[in-house]
């Protein structure tokens, strides 16, 4: 009777050793991973035993030292899998050993196991001093029989970044937030969130680390405090204090890495006042084609819609500054009123571009080819790279244009998606990515349909 | 090399290319073109860049041909003439910092 509790812990033991081994054996299943909420609970009651036991072991002596401590290794890794895949596994770039032990990660509830896996495992890949070649397609060939989560998405994003592919990288990994919570693990959105306004801080573009630390879902303490810099440098109204920096930047691990570009936050008191306003248009003409910014292009657009000058040259001086926004990245904000309105002056260039690509998706789709989910993701992300570059311009009319060529081909892809490929996740992320660009547009059919999609798609999973 | 998106018009200003002012004739416009045609088949070096406000730049056949083209058709020289003054632009603006290796630091690398 006395042997009774250890002969059911052995037992719960070796249940749930049969239950790890089948969540790793099913790597190849198109299925979603194997979970048991019995199996759970025998982890949490036998491996915080397991540990106590192995001190026992130790504690009485003799043969019992090296069981016990064995015990507690093995033990240990099991409870806390992730943990330590993430505190030492990717430290030391050991992607694979990164994966496998975040595939043990059986206690902690998370909707995207293999996703997760996969993004801690690119993450160790990431630290090595050399990228391995073999990386990329072993972590596709993980995701390659599942249907795509934002975890996978993440990794793959990481993946290309790996290999310099920075804006590949970032249009991935932004997609993270077009999918529905119910199936993003936090970590991953926290890891997303951080990878884009790192990547953003290292380009100085700090409208984008401000963009990638606000709004929606979890942030690390690390995309705070850049987000308070972002707000520091922007001048931002809501911009912290010297002690809110201070606290933010020591509340994050290894923030004492990063203390001379706190300092240079700290220290920031804003950038010296643009040079004396130019008298002519063609001088502000000059000065913002060699250094476009947004002041010194709305001053060129200002004078040069104000000047008593052939109209052909004013046409032809906003073509250039238009050129000169593009290169910057920058939008051109040209008057309501006057001879060029900004469809003319962007020449159709843009618009024209996303004609072709949707019209090279939709007759992809037609004539049937719908089996490589990569050149799907980079078709979506395509289409939405040539729409920022329209959304920039800041103008409805515009957007709208746009959205109508971007519209069918994109929703046939999610149907697609969804009925013919088992890829539910990517086709409820491209439902909802349709569906918020239909409300920016104000497209009332456009959002009823995408709305009663979701909820088809809800009711299904 | 292509010049810059929004900069061409002003670089390929026919009279910085042929480095003519505004008030030359079409006469002298074709002499200096032609000078400049033979200087450049022969491979001289003094033929080779012609100076704007935005620095030196590489002066070609190609530009040669297309500076003359465009003084000759009494529309086009008129809009060259009017950004023929066009002046240097001032310096650069002061730009935000750029954390160049922070992924490095933060163990994204």
Same mark, same amino acid.
């Given at each position: 009777m006395r042997f009774l509790p250890i002969l059911l812990l052995i037992g719960a033991a070796a249940f749930y050793a049969s239950f790890l081994s089948w969540v790793l054996q &099913?790597?190849?299943?198109?299925?979603?991973p194997p979970n048991s909420n019995l199996a759970t609970a025998m982890g949490w009651l036998v491996l915080p035993a397991g540990v106590v036991f192995g001190f026992m072991g130790v504690w009485a002596g003799g043969f019992g030292v090296p069981l016990g401590i064995a015990l507690v290794v093995v033990c240990t890794v099991l409870w806390m899998p992730l943990t330590i895949a993430v505190a030492v596994a990717i430290p030391l770039a050991r992607p694979r050993i990164a994966y496998a032990l975040a595939r043990l990660s059986t206690l902690r509830a998370e909707p995207d196991p293999v996703g997760v896996a996969m993004a801690v495992a690119a993450r160790a890949a990431g630290r090595a001093p050399s990228p391995d070649p073999s990386i990329e397609p072993w972590l596709e060939g993980r995701a390659a029989k599942r249907p795509l989560t934002p975890g996978m998405v993440l990794a793959l994003g990481l993946s290309a970044s790996l290999f310099g592919h920075d804006e590949e990288a970032r249009e991935m990994i932004a997609?993270? &937030?077009?999918?529905d919570d119910t199936i993003t693990d936090p970590w991953i959105t926290r890891w997303a969130h951080e990878w884009l306004a790192v990547e953003a801080a290292e380009r100085g573009d700090w409208v984008a680390v401000h963009r990638a630390t606000h709004g929606l879902g979890r942030r690390s303490t690390t995309t705070r405090w850049l987000g308070a810099v972002a707000g520091r440098f922007l001048d931002r109204p809501d911009a912290p204090t010297e002690a809110n920096l201070d606290a933010l930047w020591q509340?994050?691990? !290894?923030h004492r890495k990063v203390a001379d570009l706190h300092d240079q936050a700290v220290a920031y008191t804003g950038l010296a006042s643009e040079p004396v306003?130019?008298?002519s248009p063609l001088q502000a003409h000059v000065h913002a084609v060699a250094h476009p910014t947004s002041q010194t292009l709305a001053q060129a657009v200002h004078l040069w819609s104000a000047a008593d000058v052939d109209p052909a040259i004013v046409a032809d001086a906003l073509k250039d500054l238009q050129g000169a926004a593009s290169r910057a990245g920058l939008p051109l904000r040209l008057p309501?009123? !006057?001879?060029?309105c900004p469809s003319d002056v962007l020449g159709g260039d843009p618009l024209e571009a996303i004609e072709i690509a949707s019209n090279r998706l939709a007759h992809r789709l037609q004539s049937g080819d719908t089996t490589d989910r990569q050149q799907d993701l980079r078709d979506w992300l395509h289409l939405a790279g040539l729409l920022e570059a329209v959304r920039r311009h800041e103008d409805p009319a515009l957007l709208r244009l746009a959205f109508r060529p971007i519209y069918s081909p994109l929703c046939a892809l999610s149907v697609s998606l969804y009925n013919d490929r088992n890829e539910r996740h990517l086709s409820n992320a491209l439902t909802r990515w349709l569906l918020f660009l239909a409300q920016e547009v104000g497209d009332t059919r456009a959002v009823a349909l995408q709305t009663q999609n979701l909820a088809a798609s809800r009711r299904h999973a | 090399m292509k010049p810059a998106k929004g900069l061409e018009r002003l670089l390929e200003n026919p009279f910085w290319i042929l480095e003519l002012p505004i008030s030359a004739s079409p006469l002298e416009a074709e002499r200096e073109g032609q000078k400049l045609l033979a200087m450049l088949s022969v491979g001289l070096e003094a033929a080779a860049t012609y100076p704007t406000p935005f620095g030196p730049q590489p002066r070609t056949e190609d530009r040669v041909r297309q500076a003359l083209a465009v003084l000759r058709d009494p529309t086009r020289r008129a809009r060259a003439t009017f950004w023929a003054d066009a002046p240097p632009p001032g310096p650069s603006p002061p730009k935000l910092p750029a954390w160049t290796d922070l992924r490095e630091r933060l163990g994204w690398r």
């Open positions: &099913d790597e190849s299943s198109p299925q979603k997609l993270v &937030d077009a999918f509340s994050f691990p !290894g306003a130019a008298t309501k009123e !006057g001879p060029m | -």
